[in-house]
Nanobody, 121 residues
C-alpha cells in the first residue's frame, strides 16, 4: 500500500507562488506515474498535472499551463508542483495521486489527503 502525504499549501496573494510536495512511502520501487488534482468548494475534483515514472513526460491542464510545473525526485520518493502567478481561481484542496496515467480520477489507485491552497485577490 502506497501512502501519499502532501505539504506546502497555504495562503498567498494573487501573483504569488507556492511549491507543493507529495511524499510517497510504502512499496515505491515501481516509480508510479503521479498526478496532481484539485477540488474547489462545490466543484468536482479536476486534473491539474501528471508526470511519468521516469519524469520525462509531463502533461498539464490548459488552465495551469505555463504557470505550474510538475517534477519529481525519485530517490526522495517525492513529487513537486511549483505554482507561479497564482490566481484566485486556483484556490482549492490539492491532492496528489499515484498509479494512473490519465486525467480521470478513477484511473488512480492511491491518494493523499490533500493540502489547502488559498489565493487572495
Amino acid at each position: 500500500q502506497v501512502q501519499l502525504v502532501e505539504s506546502g499549501g497555504g495562503l498567498v496573494q494573487a501573483g504569488g507562488s507556492l511549491r507543493l510536495s507529495c511524499a510517497a512511502s510504502g512499496p515505491t520501487r515501481r516509480n508510479y506515474h503521479m498526478g496532481w488534482f484539485r477540488q474547489a468548494p462545490g466543484k468536482e475534483r479536476e486534473f491539474v498535472a501528471r508526470i511519468s515514472g521516469t519524469g520525462t513526460t509531463t502533461v498539464y491542464a490548459d488552465s495551469v499551463k505555463g504557470r505550474f510545473t510538475i517534477s519529481r525526485d525519485n530517490p526522495k520518493n517525492t513529487v513537486y508542483l511549483q505554482m507561479n502567478n497564482l490566481k484566485p481561481e486556483d484556490t482549492a484542496v490539492y491532492c496528489c495521486a499515484a498509479g494512473g496515467w490519465s486525467a480521470e480520477t478513477s484511473d488512480y489507485n492511491y491518494w493523499g489527503q490533500g493540502t489547502q491552497v488559498t489565493v487572495s485577490s
